[in-house]
């Protein structure tokens, strides 16, 4: 299957008006959900730990990732219960991260290892959201550093065309007339 190519000149209006509409929209959503993972996997070092039992432990594949086009990634599905003053949870994060939740079949395998089902666990949750919990803390992939790198690019860009774009816009411009 073929996609017909379509060119937008970069100095075009139209590429610094999708810029301010998508890119810097975009870069904004990204980079807000990104910094709170950090703040959340840097918080979690201090949360309390409850014991808990991993129910499933799995590796789930992927026939391919729609982000990539190229190649298949792997997810090391760990579903744990754990309890917290009399409540039941249930949870599947392993660690915070956008990036981390899928990658080589290789890592996935050895998350499993790390947590074969029946095995228990200590489970570190929000004392004030007990619902919200991981199995391993601090700990961010490199690939979030990477998707952090391209977000504050895309800010940075961004800021600028928008800044470029609102001067074209209220720029007095002058007529000439013949």
């Given amino acids: 299957m073929t996609f017909p190519m379509l060119f937008i000149d970069p100095d075009s209006r139209l590429a610094k008006v999708l810029m ?10 990204v980079l807000w ?8 996997s840097f918080r979690s070092t201090k949360w309390p730990t409850a014991p808990g ?5 799995r590796v789930e594949k992927a026939d391919r990732n ?10 090391a599905l760990i579903r744990y219960q754990y309890a917290v003053a009399g409540h039941q949870f249930e949870s599947e994060r392993i660690a915070f991260g956008l990036a981390s939740e899928s990658g080589s079949r290789g890592s ?17 949750f929000d004392p004030h959201h007990p619902e919200d919990s991981c199995l ?3 700990t961010l992939d ?8 391209f977000a504050l690019l895309g800010m940075v860009l961004g800021m600028k065309i928008l800044g470029d774009f609102l001067r074209w816009l209220f720029h007095p411009r002058v007529a000439v007339v013949n």
């Fill in 136 to 138: 391993e803390t601090g």
């Fill in 33 to 40: 959900l990104l910094l709170g993972s950090f703040f959340r």
């Fill in 20 to 29: 301010v509409v998508v890119v810097l929209p975009g870069a904004t959503v």
């Fill in 142 to 149: 490199w690939k979030d550093c990477v998707v952090l790198l």
């Fill in 108 to 124: 996935a395998d050895r998350k499993v290892a790390n947590f074969p089902q029946g095995q228990v666990v200590d489970v570190y």
């Fill in 66 to 75: 729609p982000h990539n086009l190229w190649l298949a990634t792997s997810k």
């Fill in 53 to 57: 039992v991993v129910l499933v432990s």
